[in-house]
């Protein structure tokens, strides 16, 4: 099923951005981290656009409330809730194998889901620093356990990553963090290494005819909730830099909110002007804030190379290959 040619760019008042979603009536969506936040604008723009949108969190309670919000926007709106913890090989798996017996085409995956700087370095329970095991081999895993789900609905895969990704690289001695933890630096290699594998996965998909197209988007600079106090990963309080960000994007000033910080993923994943293997963003000063728009693909994620030795690595790691599952919960030696 083609996407239509529909989306164009229009500016509410006081400047306000937003796009124009095509008709998304038929189409099986996924977004991960879709329990609040920019995920949950998202799930409630593609249900709202007429997609069946699913919902996989590790909170139901969450969940349930993320449901509700989506059919308070869309009555009746397609809206369902599946288990999943992406710092878990085990329940990326489980996630993978209901929805393969299933057995209905996936046209929409937004890997979404992320956690930000824990003061403290963590590991997942299957041994990698939270961040690598969360925000990139988490979806790395998602991508192939629905890899035929995938290519049965010619899917439009959107990776989020983020601003941070414009500097750094991979520590390939050290990913995870072992040695020494900063946790920005853990989390800069996280997005460049989420971005790396999704230009991987474009290009073998056109060179091996998946059918599937894979692109990126960041949200620039809002006041998310990967700047609040999560005592989960050990913070007790907002973060010095999100109390400003959430006082200037209240202000309309140089930041984006919490409306405008969807609308690059949105657009990467539905418009027919999106492309595989190329990166989405705010147009506005500095990429913080403003209308989405295509934008040059950042340094570290430029090499062809890094992202074929990514793929190898997080083959490697996660012990998934192409859709087949390995043995779920190997940690880095």
């Not at 007790?236 to 109390?243: F, M």
């Not at 147009?283 to 804030?289: E, P, Q, V």
């Amino acid at each position: 099923m083609p996407f239509p040619r529909q989306p164009r760019l229009s500016v509410m008042p006081r400047t306000r951005p937003d796009i124009t979603v095509p008709d998304l009536t038929g189409k099986r969506a996924l977004v991960t981290g879709a329990s609040d936040g920019v995920g949950l604008r998202l799930a409630t723009r593609l249900a709202a656009a007429g997609a069946e949108v699913v919902l996989p969190v590790r909170n139901p309670r969450k969940g349930e409330a993320a449901v509700a919000a989506v059919r308070e926007r869309t009555p009746g709106a397609a809206v369902s809730l599946r288990t999943l913890d992406l710092s878990s090989l085990a329940s990326v798996a489980a996630l993978g194998t209901i929805l393969r017996d299933e057995g209905r085409p996936v046209h929409l995956l937004i890997n979404n889901a992320g956690v930000m700087t824990p003061p403290d370095r963590q590991t997942t329970g299957d041994g990698f620093e939270l961040q690598l095991g969360t925000n990139h081999l988490g979806h790395v895993a998602l991508v192939a356990h629905l890899l035929p789900l995938l290519r049965a609905g010619g899917a439009r895969v959107t990776s989020q990553v983020s601003i941070a990704a414009r500097s750094g690289a991979i520590d390939w001695d050290d990913l995870n963090a072992e040695r020494r933890y900063d946790g920005m630096r853990a989390y800069r290699q996280s997005k460049i290494a989420l971005g790396l594998f999704a230009l991987e996965l474009d290009r073998r998909s056109r060179d091996e005819g998946w059918g599937i197209t894979s692109n990126l988007s960041h949200p620039g600079v809002a006041p998310t909730n990967l700047l609040t106090a999560r005592p989960e990963i050990g913070r007790d309080r907002p973060t010095p830099g999100g109390r400003v960000i959430r006082a200037l994007s209240a202000r309309g000033i140089l930041f984006g909110s919490l409306d405008t910080a969807p609308l690059p993923a949105l657009y990467a994943a539905t418009s027919a002007d999106a492309r595989g293997g190329r990166l989405y963003g705010p147009s506005g000063l500095g990429n913080l804030s403003g209308p989405p728009a295509e934008q040059e693909l950042y340094a570290p994620l430029r090499s062809a190379e890094d992202a074929q030795r990514i793929w190898r690595v997080s083959e490697e790691l996660t012990a998934v290959s192409r859709g087949r599952p390995g043995r779920a919960g190997r940690g880095a030696d």
